[in-house]
């Protein structure tokens, strides 16, 4: 219990620190929003009917993951940034709570922030290639969410054991994104199939992001401790 | 030194084992076995290569992997050398079974790459292990943990990556493709096998070593340094 109280402190805090300068969440938003209009030049379609340009709505789910991913890349990258500017992260540690607990609080904001960023996106697809996705809420918030635990739980790992590294922003994506493939297949085949309107499936590949979530999140909290020692 | 210098003539036997048994698998695959009927013909004979640098890529993660975790456990530079020395080996192994794969897969589907599952799966891996050697080199001071923790996560992926993409549409042979064979085909396969486990081991030994020593160089060269000679 005394845990989950230092977990939810620690998230309060970067969420708190987020939410007055509101840096990450806007440049994240903007960015992911201007990753989906890439995307919708590069695969409009002409209509075969009219002479509109319309974008057709099968390449929506991997619209909104990459933007997703790339966005939480950013974020992640400028979550750590700021603990090591300011040198909080040293405070962290020295901290009398468990390691485990900070990892975890760190997770925790960078997944509210994540979902912020994907509060604008998939309106913002569905919006761009009529892609039907609100109706099925109930699987698209757990694909949603559980993609995005999994997103910030390997993330946080990587973004941690980075922060003393040199070339931190280039070397975030190159060890994170073939980590992260289970989770973005599984993500992208989960809302592939909902928008097919093949709910089985769709409900198989959650299973599978749950899997993976508790999966990586075990290794994370065991490996945690020992890979970030100041 | 003298740990190496003991083991120095089993290291040169199975140096020479390794050359005169690739003079065997040669006749073995080229005389002793039949040609493939069917469109593969000749081509058929990458396979007696192509299946053991495979599972040696695997075996070499797993090296990797339990040797990152010995790491992270006790700080011991050793396990560092083998889990670097593993990681350089798959990289080398990758390679040699993407080439084979690409070759064979033109005659034999009409295509030089299909997303299927093993191929992704061994492509992600090969890619990781790349990432790995990324982290190394440019890492700077620390690069050791990042490193490990991704050999471990790697090694947790394997499962992950191949059962998110097996339920795409198989092309691949599958394993059990092995006990339909011919036993002349079946015994040169099993005999490579074993000569590229070997070659595997022989290969590792050499990193380590050379990993030692150049540590070792390093360590001269500090108290050197701390001495005032240079």
Known sequence: ?230 | MTNSSRSAPLFIGAAVACIFGFGYTLSLIFYQTPLSAGPLYFNQKIFYYHVPCAFMLFLAVIVCGIASIKYLRGRDQRWDDVSVAAAEVSVVFGTIVMVTGVLWAKPAWGKWWVWDARLTSALLLWMTMIAYQLVRKYGGAGSERLASGLGIFAMVNIPLVYSSTRLWKTNHPSANTVPSLDPSMRAALWFSVLLFTVFFILLLRLRINARRNERRLYECREMALDAGIF
């Open chain 1, 1 to 230: 219990m005394e845990f989950l109280r230092y977990v939810k402190v620690l998230a309060w805090k970067d969420v708190r620190v987020e939410f007055r300068s509101r840096e990450i969440i806007y440049t994240m938003s903007f960015f992911a929003a201007m990753v989906v209009l890439l995307f919708s030049f590069a695969f409009l379609k002409q209509s075969a009917t009219s002479n509109d340009m319309t974008g057709s709505s099968e390449h929506s789910p991997g619209f909104i993951w990459v933007a997703v991913l790339f966005a939480g890349t950013l974020g992640l990258s400028r979550a750590f940034d700021r603990e090591r500017e300011t040198g909080t992260m040293r405070a962290l540690l020295l901290a009398p709570i468990p390691r485990a607990a900070i990892f975890l609080g760190k997770s925790v904001a960078i997944a509210i922030m994540v979902l912020v960023v994907q509060a604008v996106v998939v309106p913002l697809v569905a919006l761009f290639f009529d892609a039907p996705l609100f109706t099925h809420p109930l699987a698209l918030v757990c694909t949603l969410v559980l993609g995005t635990i999994g997103f910030s739980v390997v993330g946080a790992v990587f973004a941690a054991m980075l922060i003393k590294t040199g070339s931190r922003d280039v070397l975030l994506p190159v060890v994170l994104y073939p980590i992260l493939v289970p989770l973005f297949i599984a993500a992208i085949k989960a809302t592939a199939a909902m928008l097919d309107g093949a709910l089985g499936d769709s409900w198989f590949w959650i299973r599978f992001l749950a899997v993976y979530d508790t999966i990586f999140l075990i290794a994370a909290l065991w490996t945690f401790e020992s890979l970030v020692i100041e």
